[in-house]
């Protein structure tokens, strides 16, 4: 048997750190190009909005956004006081599936109930109920209003050391939780606005709007339920005394990979995107766009798919510290393409 000597023992430890660190380089090269590519792609499309599609409101249209900016400040309020007294910071969160559904009505009432508003309007309050039933059964909802489950994501973000002092908590709650997604809510309304100056009968883009949000709030429903179920059942054999490892598979695995999870890392987040791109379309319908596609509320479900991108990657930095075989999941299984089965 050989002997190493000192400099072998270096030599082979600085040989291990280069080879892990060029695989760190890979992986991260991997995660950080379509990262990237989704963001630039996004602000582009958001900021051509703009350009192409110009800001020209009829005066129909600045008071119907008045009242959807007082519903939106009055929101913004309530979250950050609520929040910050109740020490519970998932007050948006309760409101997120709420507050498209009176956006969209005030905007089909005012609008004059036109059709094509009152199906978007109709589609935002199946996507509402559905978001709130689902939210609802976690308990997020209480009598008393400012209590209920919050959000896991918030106590993991308040523990880092950025967030240690209250003050700076604070500041991210106000900003982050009460500012940004407020407006963003709003904004992932603003289609609806655009068209009030609909120039163009009820047609093919509308039918294809129609059905095509329709088709992803009934595959976002599917994949919450079978989240739902797959957790309830793991959480009742963990309570029984049993560890994760002890567990049947795929319990034993701690995430689920059951149904459509098992083709797609997040098929909720994908349908949720979608539903958005999809009621966007009606905007297209309603001829209220430019070069066939711009108007200026695109940065509205633009943004939505920025936040899922932020969303997804940090739950899945959370996974991958909980469940040892979830990076292996990550690495056989798209986060949105169904090409792959997890075996």
């Not at 660190?21 to 602000?43: D, H, Q, R, Y």
Request: aromatic content about 16%.
């Amino acid at each position: 048997m050989k002997i190493k000597t000192y400099k072998d023992i270096v030599k082979n430890m600085c040989y291990n750190l280069r080879v892990n660190f060029i695989k760190g380089k890979e992986l991260n090269m991997k995660k950080i190009i379509p990262m990237s590519l989704v963001v630039v792609t996004t602000i582009t499309l958001s900021i051509l909005g703009f350009l192409l599609g110009g800001i020209n409101l009829s005066d129909k249209q600045k008071d119907i956004l008045l009242v959807l900016l007082i519903i939106c400040g009055s929101s913004i309020l309530y979250c950050f006081i609520v929040g910050e007294l109740a020490k519970n910071n998932s007050q948006m969160d309760k409101l997120w599936s709420v507050l498209p559904i009176a956006y969209t009505w005030v905007i089909a009432i005012m609008g004059g109930l036109d059709t094509r508003l009152v199906i978007y309007a109709l589609i935002t309050t199946l996507w509402g109920i559905r978001l709130t039933f689902n939210f609802a059964r976690k308990g997020a909802y209480r009598l008393k209003f400012w209590e209920g489950e919050e959000d896991y994501r918030w106590e993991i973000l308040r523990k880092k050391k950025i967030f240690k002092s209250r003050i700076a908590w604070a500041f991210f709650d106000l900003f982050f939780i009460c500012i940004y997604q407020n407006l963003l809510v709003l904004a992932m309304c603003l289609p609806a606005l655009a068209c009030v100056d609909a120039t163009a009968a009820i047609g093919v883009f509308d039918y294809v709007a129609m059905s095509s949000a329709i088709f992803f709030i009934f595959i976002e429903t599917i994949a919450d339920e079978q989240q739902w179920q797959f957790y309830q059942n793991r959480n009742r054999m963990l309570n029984s005394g049993k560890k994760l490892d002890e567990l049947d598979a795929p319990y034993n695995l701690g995430f689920n990979t059951t149904g459509l999870w098992g083709y797609m890392r997040h098929p909720n987040y994908l349908s949720e995107q979608s539903v958005w791109i999809c009621l966007y379309i009606f905007a297209i319908g309603a001829s209220v766009t430019s070069y066939g596609i711009f108007n200026w509320t695109l940065f509205g479900p633009m943004f939505i798919v920025l936040l899922f991108l932020g969303s997804s990657t940090f739950g899945e930095s959370v996974s991958t510290t909980k469940y040892p075989m979830y990076s292996d999941y990550q690495s056989k299984v798209f986060k949105y393409i169904p090409l792959r089965k997890y075996k």
